[in-house]
């Protein structure tokens, strides 16, 4: 598989048709974790399944979404994700930043070092000035993993997305090429 950006412990790569069935019983496996700070699946749909897989993959690598499977270099087994949405070029050159790490991979540093990667290739590779990540002031995990990225609280929006079925207020956290380099 062709790695995006490797780290000392993870490799970034676009997700591909054969990452199915790795990609979703990870998902599957984590969601209690992750449930709590995730837009709840539509009614009638299932979010593992092959459309949803389908979706996931149409916009994996387009101008205005990068999403990235984060793979241990040891055996490139799916350990987390993180990706770009909402890239917008031109005057604004920013984007929002969306992870997870899978449940069985949590506090290795995987993660981390996938998000710091992304963060990177936003900055260097796509050209961006800002990008931005909106986080649920409970979840304490998120704010500071970006905290530790140099990441800044710029405000606080209140019912700013429909997480777990309702609107929830989220802290916007945000990291400038500048303050990055």
């Not at 449930?35 to 994996?60: I, K, M, N, V, Y």
């Not at 987390?80 to 050159?93: D, E």
Request: hydrophobic share 40%; with cysteine.
């Amino acid at each position: 598989m062709h790695a995006l950006a490797r780290g000392s412990t993870v490799f970034l790569r676009h997700p591909t048709l054969t990452d199915h069935a790795e990609l979703m019983e990870l998902r599957r496996a984590s969601w209690e974790l992750h449930g709590p700070w995730e837009p709840a699946p539509e009614t009638d749909t299932d979010p593992f399944g092959p459309a949803a897989f389908e979706s996931f993959l149409a916009s994996a690598d387009t101008t205005s979404s990068q999403k990235h499977l984060v793979c241990r270099n040891a055996d490139g087994a799916i350990v987390s994700y993180v990706g770009l949405s909402q890239i917008f070029m031109g005057p604004f050159c920013s984007a929002y930043l969306g992870y997870w790490t899978g449940e069985p991979f949590v506090r290795r540093g995987y993660g981390g070092e996938g998000v710091a990667l992304c963060v990177e290739r936003a900055f260097t590779r796509l050209g961006l000035h800002r990008v931005e990540a909106n986080i649920i002031p409970g979840n304490r995990a998120s704010i500071a993993l970006v905290r530790r990225l140099g990441f800044k609280r710029e405000g606080y929006s209140p019912r700013y997305l429909k997480i777990a079925g309702r609107w929830q207020d989220h802290e916007r956290w945000a990291l400038t090429v500048e303050d990055w380099r």
